[in-house]
């Protein structure tokens, strides 16, 4: 009998490259002794029992590649340096707001990731690069930001930042113009953009464990795309629906711009349009590693990021453990084929599919919860159980508000006075959501709560994980032989 690991990986071959890039990379930037050298040493354990030669070749290369990348990394100093801005957002503080200039900052032959702090009023405009005159700061490893006290614009640079800037601005404003409710307006702008200005919002979602849905990711991009391509294939034929989304998919990245989460959901959105384009299949699990790779390799330091651990391991939980989570929740909520679905009376086809929906999103929350447990444990200390309650129902109805403010968004740029009735109904529906969010359960309001927890036993459940999918998806191949 064939060693299921080693299928799973000759299937795989792309994540398998991820991952050596991501256990590489993340080992020598961000663990401390001995874990920097355990961690890959027993990884190369596991590829020598795979025989994988190429990928422990892969491993140390990594491991060098951030060496050479970050081994002079500054202190906090007086100095100048170059500010390639990235992104430009709104940022709440207790007291005022503030915009936040995020970008790479160039300095003694370093590349770091930066952030500056400014208020609104004679702000520099970020259409361009700076050279900047300040005070450097380390917040944390490989957490940098600076405070400028001269910004010097770079004639003949570009950023995208600020037409980036405006762009969200109007459409927030649009949102407040055209939404009765500004609590209603704020929730719909924050999910189309990404930028969370409203404090209470972040508080509310994070009380009942849906903080990951106001961040844009792959629930934004899938329902883009769903949405696009109910109106493109009434009028194009495949070949040119699909190249229309993957215009539609860059077009929204540009938008929303740049962050750990959003490239994930980008690269992986647009390999599979382009794999469709050329009539090419590719599991889900490879194209998570191609965008694994591409990340880690352009930004080595993106794996110490919340967002972009959250949204590969939310990610990767779906694509090992939905499937085998739905097919064991068909003993209880049973799976019909179209002729048996057809023979049920017209109520029995209704509950028919309340049940299906619910297998479903059963089967989704388990798998997205099994797979970031720990993490939520590690970085937020508590893990709210009202959240695999909410995550049954929420997301979809959160989707159906979405839908609802794309179609008046979409009908206000063809007949502005017939999307007053959508705009309306999403304002209706997206206040209903709000109350829920606001005004949990309070019998149900308990959380799991440590006051520490440590990052090592992490690596160590997810290989343990990992390892029980690989099991579970022999044992299917083998009941179905």
């Known amino acids: 009998m064939p060693n299921p690991h080693c299928s799973f990986w000759k299937e795989h071959p792309a994540f398998l490259t991820g991952l050596n890039l991501l256990i590489g990379t993340s080992s020598f930037l961000f663990f401390e002794f001995p874990w920097n050298w355990i961690f890959p040493l027993l990884w190369s354990f596991y590829l020598i029992s795979l025989r994988s030669w190429s990928s422990i070749l892969l491993l140390a290369g990594s491991f060098l590649y951030a060496f050479f990348l970050f081994y002079q990394s500054p202190v906090s100093t007086e100095t100048k340096a170059y500010f390639s801005i990235s992104s430009l957002q709104p940022h709440q503080t207790p007291f005022q707001k503030r915009l936040l200039y995020k970008g790479t900052l160039y300095i003694n032959q370093a590349k770091l990731p930066c952030s500056i702090s400014t208020r609104i009023e004679n702000r520099p405009i970020a259409d361009k690069n700076y050279v900047l005159s300040g005070t450097l700061q380390q917040k944390g490893a490989y957490q940098y930001a600076f405070k400028p006290k001269k910004w010097h614009p770079i004639d003949g640079s570009f950023s995208l930042a600020e037409m980036r800037y405006q762009a969200k601005e109007s459409l927030r404003r649009l949102l407040e113009q055209k939404l009765p409710s500004p609590r209603t307006a704020a929730l719909l702008s924050s999910l189309i953009t990404g930028d969370v200005e409203d404090r209470s919002l972040r508080y509310e979602f994070s009380k009942i464990g849906l903080q990951h849905i106001l961040a844009i990711s792959g629930f934004h991009f899938g329902l883009l795309i769903a949405f696009c391509s109910f109106f493109l294939?009434?009028?194009?034929?495949?070949?040119?629906?699909?190249?229309?989304?993957?215009?539609?998919?860059?077009?929204?990245?540009?938008?929303?711009?740049?962050?750990?989460?959003?490239?994930?959901?980008?690269?992986?959105?647009?390999l599979y349009l382009c794999g469709k384009l050329m009539d090419r299949h590719s599991t889900g699990i490879n194209?998570?590693?191609?965008?694994?790779?591409?990340?880690?390799?352009?930004?080595?330091?993106?794996?110490?990021?919340?967002?972009?651990?959250?949204?590969?391991?939310?990610?990767?939980?779906?694509?090992?453990?939905?499937?085998?989570?739905?097919?064991?929740?068909?003993?209880y909520l049973p799976k019909r084929n179209f002729?048996?679905?057809?023979?049920?009376?017209?109520?029995?086809?209704?509950?028919?599919?309340?049940?299906?929906?619910?297998?479903?999103?059963?089967?989704?929350?388990?798998?997205?919860?099994?797979?970031?447990?720990?993490?939520l444990l590690f970085h937020f200390h508590q893990f709210p159980w009202l959240s695999l309650l909410y995550n049954l129902f929420f997301p979809l109805f959160l989707s159906l508000a979405l839908f609802l403010i794309l179609l008046a968004l979409l009908t206000h740029l063809v007949w502005s006075p017939a999307a007053s009735l959508l705009f309306q109904a999403a304002d209706f529906f997206t206040a209903q959501l709000l109350d829920l969010s606001a005004y949990p359960p309070l019998a149900l309001d308990y959380s799991l709560r440590l006051v520490s927890f440590p990052a090592w036993p992490i690596p160590f459940y997810l290989f343990a994980l990992f390892t029980l999918s690989i099991r579970l998806s022999d044992n299917y191949k083998y009941d179905i032989n």
């Open 233 to 270: 294939g009434l009028v194009l034929k495949s070949k040119w629906k699909f190249l229309a989304l993957l215009v539609g998919v860059n077009a929204y990245f540009l938008f929303v711009g740049s962050s750990p989460a959003v490239q994930r959901s980008w690269l992986t959105a647009s």
């Open 287 to 331: 194209l998570l590693g191609v965008a694994l790779s591409i990340e880690i390799l352009c930004d080595p330091l993106a794996s110490s990021q919340i967002g972009f651990q959250l949204s590969f391991l939310s990610c990767l939980g779906i694509l090992l453990f939905y499937p085998p989570f739905e097919r064991s929740l068909r003993i």
């Open 339 to 375: 002729f048996e679905s057809e023979d049920l009376t017209f109520p029995a086809k209704h509950g028919y599919l309340i049940s299906a929906l619910l297998r479903q999103s059963l089967s989704l929350t388990l798998s997205v919860n099994l797979a970031i447990f720990p993490l």
